[in-house]
């Protein structure tokens, strides 16, 4: 089966640095390939997504302070988050899709394959 395997999440004082590392499995190393953040009961949000190819689309809410790669030779994608903010607060997944960041992204829709998650504290 393919897996997604995040690690790095911990925690952290505001203002801080944090860099998530997600390894993916050759069966679910996608083209659409993004960073997605689930605060307490709500739905996870997207942060980030890198397709391939390379494009990238950063979510307003972090950008300048979030940044994503990836390695296709070693099937990893990374998040940098910098300044983080307590509400920057809870587990950060990482989501692969076969179909276009473009579209997965306007449209809101659910990536298809999920790893189990990162937990991220940052304290005032």
């Known amino acids: 089966q393919g897996q997604l395997v995040e690690s790095g999440g911990g925690s952290v004082q505001a203002g801080g640095s944090l860099r998530l590392a997600c390894s993916a499995s050759?069966?679910?190393?996608?083209?659409?390939m993004g960073w997605f953040h689930k605060d307490s009961d709500k739905e996870p949000v997207w942060l980030a997504t890198m397709e391939n190819h390379g494009e990238v689309i950063i979510a307003d809410s972090v950008k300048g302070r979030f940044t994503i790669s990836r390695d296709k030779r070693k099937n990893t994608l990374d998040l940098q988050m910098n300044n983080l903010k307590p509400e920057d607060t809870g587990m950060y997944y990482c989501?692969?899709?076969?179909?276009?960041?473009?579209?997965?992204?306007?449209?809101?829709?659910?990536?298809?394959?999920w790893g189990q998650g990162t937990q991220v504290t940052v304290s005032s």
């Open positions: 989501a692969a899709d076969e179909r276009a960041c473009t579209w997965l992204t306007s449209s809101n829709s659910r990536f298809r394959y």
């Open positions: 050759e069966s679910t190393y996608r083209s659409c």
